[in-house]
């Protein structure tokens, strides 16, 4: 684990290194089109007005840091507008980014996200389980941060692992509202006071989710606000590269601390489901080419309708002919049917469907040399 002032060499990428300076200006150094996904968390721009006191008169440790004073709304504006005019540059042309912020900058950076020319596929609630009381009694508890995630323009092949997810949710699709609890415990890195060592330390589970959902084994992932690490050391697990930009001295610190004790996960456990669509396209006909199923073989239903396989990788039924969604849909007397799924054949006097061909000839196609 290391750190660098800048860059190294005009297209070289410095990989899983905590790079130290101004983020925009060692954005601009970095090679264009060559990262697969930015997490950015910027300074929110609070606005605190002098301190905060609970009940007992014990002082709130609230974000009150310089790097997040801005001198009016006009000076944090532009500030987003280079930063992500720099970001912007940086991803490849599938690439992606998600911005996390409160609602005191995330109308704003969602606005500039936009006039970059980014296209926004979501937003997404962080909502915390177990959030900080409003302790003046004025306000609702503010229990709750919203990411946006967006392409790098319309039209993107971003990266999306739905299947992935909704494993993570016990099967079930995943919304965009996420309850997760903030930084606690073991997982709050302290610094040699005692005192938490960043004030907005992101919890592991939310960088988990992110990078899970959005990104593949090897992609690089860029957080040009790094703070104590938390984007690199969820990446560094998933078996995913890194960069990281941070200009505290503090924070690099305690964040290389981390990084050094972080071990990637084993190999096969970085594996995680893919959607169906993201699979090698089978023709039926090519079921037929190859004899796996034989013309003027039959096919059954479930429901014990059944239809002929023509030699041009058609099916034929009384009254009907078409491909095997097609012909599906007609006996059923629905709008769609998933084929593959719908038809079985015999075998060994066992009804075995369709799909297991196609699955054989995809793990065929994924053994084949690159």
Known sequence: MKTMTKPTGASALPLNTILDGDCIEVMNALPEASIDLIFADPPYNLQLKGDLHRPDNSRVDAVDDHWDQFSSFAAYDRFTQDWLKAARRLLKPDGAIWVIGSYHNIFRV???LQDAGFWILNDVV???????????????????????WASKSEGAKYTFNYEALKALNEGIQMRSDWVIPICNGGERLKDSNGDKAHPTQKPE???HRVLVGATKPGDVVLDPFFGTGTTGAVAKMLGRDWIGIEREAAYREVAEKRL?????????ALEVSQSKRAEPRVPFGQLVERGMLRPGEMLISPSGKSAKVRADGTLVGDDVKGSIH???????GAPSCNGWTYWHFKRDGKTVPIDVLRQQIRAEMSDRPN
């Open 126 to 148: 962080w909502r915390k389980s177990n959030p900080m009381p409003n302790f003046r009694g004025k306000r609702f508890t503010n229990a709750h941060e919203t990411m946006i």
């Open 326 to 332: 097609q012909v599906g849909a007609h006996l059923e």
């Open 110 to 112: 969602g606005a500039a």
């Open 260 to 268: 050094d004790k972080v071990r990637r996960f084993d190999k096969t």
């Open 205 to 207: 589970a939310l960088l």
